[in-house]
């Protein structure tokens, strides 16, 4: 079994900068594969970006490229999601998901809101 618990969340103006954090807890959170995923009101989840368990393979979706990075410390079992040039469509509750595959996620956290005023 794995705990990810998300942190960081908050309200801040467009072109600000956020860093989400996800505390991950349990006998395989080191082994997994570390993702962050998005859910703005009325919309479908959407894949943001994964991180491998090594930190070594990253993934982004198109429309955070050049503006999120996922990082992971494993020493402290926490993955970064940070943040910047934000825009009001980044408003949503950000998820951390945890699984051994880019199509697999077993484990998922509580979410964290993030707010982006224009």
């Known amino acids: 079994q794995v705990q990810l618990v998300e942190s960081g969340g908050g309200l801040v103006q467009a072109g600000g900068s956020l860093r989400l954090s996800c505390a991950a807890s349990?006998?395989?959170?080191?082994?997994?594969?570390m993702a962050w995923f998005r859910q703005a009101p009325g919309k479908e989840r959407e894949f943001v970006g994964r991180i491998s368990s090594g930190g070594d393979t990253l993934y982004y979706a198109d429309f955070v490229k050049g503006r999120f990075t996922i990082s992971r410390d494993n020493a402290k079992n926490t993955v970064y999601l940070q943040m910047s040039s934000l825009k009001p469509e980044d408003t949503a509750v950000y998820y951390c998901a945890s699984g051994p595959s880019t199509t697999q996620y077993h484990y998922w956290g509580q979410g964290t809101q993030v707010t982006v005023s224009s």
């Open positions: 349990g006998r395989t959170s080191r082994t997994y594969g």
